[in-house]
């Protein structure tokens, strides 16, 4: 390289301070990086990577699932025959909840967020489970209870209520 594109190169990488820069190595000085320290370099962003995933799962383990309270209004009894599902936000706007008519049991709800990672869950009617398409975890539509996958807690039950010909979420509790 002459020498005013080496004036130039410097003037443009001091203004570019060290930790600005993805790979700490510039153009001209890549031939120098050796196979040891694009190792290094390698394990360091896995190992961050593999810390991150890990605090994101811990986080939702330790985050205690709380009990709310709220009644609202869900769907006329009338509209869910046996055998059939309604979905439906509850105790906030954008919670995805499931209401089920099951046969002999009647109606359930659950949340709709999956116990693992917090995926939706929805309904199979023909295989009448509950199911999480992230990591194929599946629970019991008749208790909510982990049966397959990786989930190791319960969904949440929804207390639910028929008053007049309406159904009614009353509150969202933990199951143990
Ligand atoms: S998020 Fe549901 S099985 Fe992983």
Redesign the pocket.
């Known amino acids: 390289m002459s020498t005013p594109q080496r004036l130039i190169g410097h003037r443009i990488r001091s203004r570019i301070t060290r930790w600005q820069t993805t790979f700490p190595y510039h153009w001209d000085a890549d031939e120098f990086v050796s196979r040891r320290q694009m190792l290094r370099l390698t394990i360091l962003s896995s190992g961050a990577l593999f810390a991150a995933t890990a605090g994101v799962v811990g986080l939702n383990y330790a985050r205690p699932i709380k009990t709310t309270t709220s009644r609202k209004a869900i769907i006329s009894a009338s509209a869910l025959p046996v055998g059939k599902v309604h979905y439906f936000e509850y105790p906030a706007p954008g919670d995805q909840a499931i209401l089920l008519n099951l046969p002999h049991t009647g109606f359930v709800a659950y949340s709709g967020k ?1 116990t ?4 939706a869950v929805y309904y199979r009617e023909d295989e009448n489970r509950l199911i ?1 398409p ?4 599946v629970f019991d539509p008749q208790t909510g209870i982990p049966i397959a ?3 190791q807690r319960p969904l949440p039950k929804i207390t639910v209520k028929q008053d007049g010909t309406m159904l009614y979420a009353l509150d969202e509790r933990p199951q143990s």
Do not use: E, R, T, Y
Not at 116 to 119: D, F, P, V
Not at 134 to 137: I, T
């Open positions: 999956c693992h990672l917090s995926c999480c992230c990591h194929d975890g996958g990786p989930p």
